[in-house]
């Protein structure tokens, strides 16, 4: 008489999360980022999409809630580097006319390092806050912009506090140069990271934009403080 087949408990399945064992002169720390990178579903999804790095989602999630990168949309990623969201920018704005019937957009990216080129976008070696910087990027778009966006982060010191502060003055620099440089109506986005200094940037682009709203896209990791600022409506260089 057949034996009837017992129902699996669960016990003794193959945990499939990779693990990574600590090896000689690697930090605990090291370890520990690439065992989360190797299980990162963002991670094997930009792999897997041809991204440059997980950060595309954040800026594809986004702008799925706020659509600020439409056709015919001319695009300044400040802080390109490795480029992710200019691949994002090119496929949405219809840089290289894949969209029949609507228009081409353009895309303008900017880092101090060199960026390996991006079908589509234009990249330059610039530092931002350079004097005369938002001259040549609207000498290279031939105009506005209508975005103006920034995955930028500072050096991270190791103090908590310290960084917060970094990043909230290098998204201040950023939104100077947004209002340098963008049309009225335009879109400006940027990283920040959570921590109680972040009241000036508000009040300043609550000055400046019609609507700022502060989101924390699915993609970014839930034991980070990052977050993402998003102005919408540049009320223009006089406000």
Known sequence: ?????????????????????????????????????????????????????????????????????????????????????????????????????????RVIGV??????????????QLDFLDEGADDKVKEWLGGTAD????????????????DHLRIIALCEAAAYFAFDVLEEGGTFVAKVLAGGAEGSLQHLLKQRFEKVANVKPPASRSDSSEKFVVATGFRGREA
Request: overall charge positive.
């Open 111 to 124: 880092d101090l390092q060199e960026v390996e080129p991006i079908a589509g976008a234009e990249i330059h």
């Open 147 to 162: 975005v103006v966006m920034s995955d930028m982060a500072a050096s991270s010191s190791g103090h908590k506090q310290t």
């Open 1 to 105: 008489m057949a034996k009837t087949p017992r129902k699996s408990s669960g016990r003794g399945q193959r945990d499939l999360t990779v693990k990574v064992k600590t090896a000689r002169g690697r930090k605990l720390s090291s370890t520990l980022w690439l065992q989360r990178q190797l299980n990162d579903p963002y991670v094997k999804r930009a792999q897997a999409e041809g991204f440059r790095g997980r950060a595309a989602f954040k800026i594809l999630e986004l702008d799925d809630k706020y659509r600020f990168l439409v056709p015919g949309a001319r695009v300044v990623d400040l802080g390109c580097a490795p480029g992710g969201w200019c691949q994002v920018a090119v496929k949405r704005c219809n840089v290289l006319g894949e969209k029949s019937g609507k228009a081409q957009g």
